[in-house]
């Protein structure tokens, strides 16, 4: 089954760091591009950062700087290390495959898991 | 940067047609891919690069895309079409989504 599971939110003060974790089952994340999207409470739909499969990263500009995506292509994980937090940071974020190429659609998305910046 | 308006809500009746706009520049330009979202779920693709529908998405579900408005239609509206819907585009290395629009089905 093709599924996307994430992990690592929680409750973080302003200026800290978090991990969050994306695993893949059902496909490979090294052949796929693969995008984080958040949604701050109450909001709508954020996109937050993009790994083309050959690697290459990009980023909105509210987080250029502080966040980070990699993957581990022994576990089939993709990672997003967030730095110096920010409250406005607070929000679920999702993984999601893209389908085939860049310009398509998120076909395949993560349950969430949340961030809460907060002192 | 680019944007993408949409209506912030929207009330259809039981068995009606609702369509939600998607407004941008010269969107007609770009594959437009629409979202629906549940309370505490994750989004879902209904439609994608405007006219398509995924697998296992009712035919009610259908997209157009037409000078700077794109259209996610929903025909016979039901009770379990009630969400919020996004619209959403790339541009260049940026992902760009509509504001959402609820959609309350009476």
């Known amino acids: 089954e093709v599924q996307l599971v994430e992990s690592g939110g929680g409750l973080i003060q302003p200026g800290g760091s978090l991990r969050l974790s994306c695993a893949a089952s059902g496909f490979t994340l090294s052949s796929t591009y693969m995008t984080w999207v958040r949604q701050p409470p109450g909001k709508g739909l954020q996109w937050v950062s993009f790994?083309?499969?050959?690697?290459?990263?990009y980023y909105t500009d509210s987080v250029r700087g502080r966040f980070t995506l990699s993957r581990d292509t022994s576990s089939n994980t993709l990672y997003l290390q967030m730095n110096t937090l920010r409250a406005e940071d607070t929000a679920v974020y999702y993984c999601?495959?893209?389908?085939?190429?860049?310009?398509?659609?998120?076909?395949?998305w993560g349950q969430g898991t949340m961030v809460t910046v907060s002192s | 940067s680019y944007e993408l308006t949409q209506p912030l809500s929207l009330s259809v009746a039981l068995g009606q047609t609702a369509k939600i706009s998607c407004a941008g520049d010269?969107?007609?330009?770009?594959?437009v891919h629409w979202y629906q979202q549940k309370p505490g779920q994750a989004p879902v693709v209904v439609i994608y690069r405007d006219t398509t529908r995924p697998s296992g998405i009712p035919e009610r579900f259908s997209g157009s895309n037409s000078g700077n408005t794109a259209t996610l239609t929903i025909s016979r509206a039901q009770a379990g079409d009630e969400g919020d819907y996004y619209c959403q585009v790339w541009d260049s290395t940026t992902v760009i989504f509509g504001g959402g629009t609820k959609l309350t089905v009476l």
């Open positions: 790994m083309y499969s050959g690697g290459n990263t």
């Open positions: 010269n969107i007609v330009t770009k594959n």
């Open positions: 999601a495959r893209v389908l085939g190429t860049p310009g398509n659609a998120f076909d395949i």
